[in-house]
């Protein structure tokens, strides 16, 4: 295992938005692989373990499907795969179950806000 390498985090709560930034810069740097390569190696992981690993935050589910999203669409966009456009929409999927159940939309966030 290398110093970057780690035991996989089941939140895109904390891991999708350095995943998202990862992808950007790859858009920005073209021919530098290494800025892909850590970012698809983590989403994979990540999706892998869709959604029975995956660890609710204080929100739920809901917060977890919500920042997917973002990582998953750049993935998309500079790596455009049957597989990445398949994790997309089940992440899409997976967020837009929760909006028509009344017990869930606590999930999505809390009554003050």
């Known amino acids: 295992m290398n110093c970057w390498q ?12 350095n995943w998202a930034v990862l992808l950007w810069a790859h858009s920005h740097s073209p021919g530098f692989e290494l800025f892909l390569e850590r970012a698809q ?6 999706m892998e373990g869709y959604p029975h690993a995956w660890v609710p935050t204080s929100n739920g589910i809901a917060m977890q499907r919500a920042r997917i999203l973002l990582p998953l ?9 049957q597989t990445h456009r398949a994790w997309l929409q089940t992440a899409v999927d997976g967020l ?8 869930c939309q606590g999930s999505i966030s809390a009554n003050a806000f």
């Open 96 to 103: 837009l179950t929760l909006r028509h159940c009344p017990v």
């Open 41 to 46: 190696a983590g989403i994979t992981t990540m």
């Open 73 to 81: 669409a750049w993935l998309v966009r500079v790596n455009d795969t």
């Open 6 to 17: 780690a035991a996989p985090n089941f939140s895109p709560h904390y891991e999708a938005y």
